[in-house]
Every structure is written in C-alpha cells, then in structure tokens.
C-alpha cells in the first residue's frame, strides 16, 4: 500500500488551480452535441471535457454508446477547444483505440473496476503507455480493497499518474440518492492512500440534477477533494442516457461560481470545519437508519396482515425475549451500551406492535 502510494504521481493535477473540473455529457451523441456542449463549457472553469463512447448498461436493449467515431469528436473537441479529452475505457481494444485518437485521460467505470479480470485486461493493454492518466472509479459496492486492487494492478504497470472518482455506491434501500456518498467509506480510503487524488462525481450520485451542488460542495469544500467530474449537455431533456442528471454548461458554471463564492467567503475555523465533516457522516448514517426503520416497518405491515390470516398472536414473548438477547449481545460486542439497545429495540418493537395491530 506505501508502494502504491508514494509512486503517485500528482503533477497532472497539482499544476491547476483546484477544483480540477471534468464536465461533459454521459454519452457522445452526435457530432453536433459535442462540440455544441464542449463550445459552451467556458474553459476558465473546465479543464477536461468528457463523454461516454462505449457505455456499460445495466440492462441489455439500452442505448450502448456510438462507439469508435465519437473519438473522432472527441479528437475535434480538443482541437477546437483546447481542452483535455476524456473517456471511459473497459478492455484492451478501448485503450488501444483511444490512445490512437489522442485521449488524454481514460477512466474505469464503476462496473469495471468491480472487475478484477478486466482492470488486469486494462493494465496489461497501457503498460507501453504509462504515462497517461488513469482515473478509477470506485466499485459499485463498498468494497475499498476491491478499488485498491485496482489500483495496484494498474501501479504494478507503471502507472503513475493515477486518481480516483468517487460516483458513490450501489444502495436497493430507501435513498434520496441514485448511489449513496458513504462519506466515510472514503475518508477511510484517504488514510489509506492520502496521496492519490480524488474527484467527486455527484451526477452518479444524486442521479437527478438536485443535489449535485450541494454534493459538490460536501466534496469540495468541506472534504478538500481536488475535482469534480459533473455531467453536461447541450440539451439534457433530450439526451440518450442519464437524462435526468445532466445540466445545461450554463448551469454548470453558475454551479461552479457559487462554490468558489463558498470558499472564499467561509470565514469558519478549523475546528468549525472539522465540527461540519462530522455532521456530514453522522448525517448520512442517521439518513440510512430511518430508511432502514421504514424498510423494516413495511415488513411489519406484511407480517401483520400473515397473522392475521394464519390466526396467529401478534406478540410472541419467547420470540421477542430471544431477539431481545440475541441483539443485545451483538450490539455490545459492537460497543454500543446495553441500556441504549434495550430502550431501543422496545420502542422499536412497540411501534412494530402498533403496525400489526393497526391491520386486525
Ligand atoms: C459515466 O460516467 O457515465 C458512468 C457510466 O459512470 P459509472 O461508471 O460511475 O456508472
Ligand atoms: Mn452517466
């Protein structure tokens, strides 16, 4: 992991003013989307124009990307604009096609890097071109050795030049988010690798425009992230996949003004700052307590209306004596106190009563 960490390479990054900023839209459509959306991106505030070419789907009959002759947009892009180019790449052929058309930063999605057949497939396919730069999107579960793994197979072939886009993770709960931040998980990552840079990517985590400044500014001004990868078209009403995350130019640089406003104006103290960090973590997971509540009090409803059809008692005391123990003890293995987890579980408990009972 020291290996790993002290071989990374920040000059690509360190050199701009932060936030290092990646915008574009999640697919190349048309020629014409491109470079209309690239022209409207004001490069004082963008650095890198992105678009999906190739677009791993969730299921098949969608929208999977233009393929190799959105490069050549890409390939004007950068020649007009005079902005850096990138794209996500998922095997050997990618990497071969886009570095034949100039791309200069390629990313694995999520779904790859969840991959290690195929993040090894990659690495073998740049170890004659290390010195491009390599952006790793997190796996779509929490899994940090899954991405540090990764990350390794891509050092292990010279790859200096590496940073990591945090698009949040996979949740089937109850989310106000497409894919959950887990803030935590990725101060814990930043111990580990507190060198590697790291880019939010709040479109994949909002999956809806709302949002996206708010985890920006979580991102960038309370958690120090050095950039942004935010999703824009020309025409996000229109737009062939992840519609309804994707912003105007416009509206992007209007977001990226108001955070910039946000940091220079925030007169707070370190430890001010240290006190808001902790309330963002204790946030999220007092958001994912509740959504867990209402997960676990719909089953109550199931449960109840069972019951009530099967004639069977809704409070059973050998049960609920045997949970009872059963959790104290693996709460205070977790070092949570006993008083707390059995006031808890009987509120708890009492409410899921309630449910039944309101059924009968
Ligand atoms: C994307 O950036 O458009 C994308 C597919 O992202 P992810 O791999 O994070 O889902
Ligand atoms: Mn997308």
Same mark, same amino acid.
């Given at each position: 992991m020291e290996k790993l960490n002290n071989s990374i390479d920040r000059s690509w990054i360190d050199k701009w003013n932060s936030p290092f900023i990646i915008s574009g839209p999640c697919s190349a459509e048309s020629e014409q989307q491109i470079l209309e959306t690239a022209k409207r991106l004001n490069s004082s505030y963008v650095q890198v124009f992105r678009a999906g070419i190739w677009k791993p789907r969730t299921k098949p009959n969608n929208f999977e990307g233009i393929g190799k002759k959105g490069l050549e947009w890409l390939h004007k892009v950068k020649k007009s604009t005079g902005l850096m180019v990138a794209t996500e790449i998922a095997n050997a052929e990618h990497v071969k096609l886009a570095i034949s058309f100039g791309i200069d930063i390629l990313w694995i999605g999520a779904r790859s890097t969840a991959s290690p057949f195929i993040i090894q497939e990659i690495a073998d396919a740049l170890e004659k071109e290390n010195n491009?730069? =390599? $952006?790793?999107? /997190?796996?779509?579960h929490p899994d940090i050795e899954l991405w540090i793994g990764a990350l390794e197979r891509l050092s292990g072939k010279g790859i200096r030049k590496l940073g990591v886009i945090h698009r949040g993770f996979y949740t089937y709960k109850n989310s106000r988010y497409r894919n959950q931040p887990n803030w935590n998980l990725l101060l814990n990552f930043r111990t580990l690798l507190p060198r590697i840079p790291i880019l939010c990517d709040p479109s994949h985590i909002c999956g809806k425009t709302e949002g996206i400044l708010d985890i920006a500014k979580k991102a960038y001004h309370f958690f120090k992230y050095q950039g942004l990868m935010i999703e824009s078209h020309c025409d996000p009403d229109q737009a062939w996949s992840d519609a309804q995350q994707q912003i105007t130019p416009e509206n992007l640089l209007e977001m990226l003004k108001k955070l910039t406003c946000i940091e220079k104006s925030d007169q707070k103290s370190k430890s001010e700052r240290s006190l808001d960090s902790f309330r963002i973590l204790i946030d999220e997971l007092d958001e994912n307590i509740i959504s867990l509540l209402a997960e676990r009090m719909n089953i109550s409803k199931k449960l109840g209306t069972f019951k009530k059809y099967? @004639?069977?008692? =809704?409070?059973?005391?050998?049960?609920? *004596? @045997?949970?009872? *123990?059963?959790?104290? /003890?693996?709460? *205070?293995? !977790?070092?949570?106190?006993?008083?707390? !987890?059995?006031?808890?579980?009987? $509120? !708890?408990?009492?409410?899921?009563? *309630?449910?039944? /009972?309101? =059924?009968?």
């Open positions: 491009k730069i =390599i $952006l790793v999107k /997190n796996p779509i099967s @004639d069977i008692a =809704i409070f059973q005391p050998s049960r609920w *004596k @045997d949970i009872m *123990k059963k959790y104290i /003890n693996f709460g *205070k293995s !977790l070092g949570i106190s006993e008083k707390f !987890l059995e006031e808890f579980f009987q $509120l !708890l408990h009492q409410e899921s009563i *309630k449910i039944q /009972n309101h =059924i009968q």
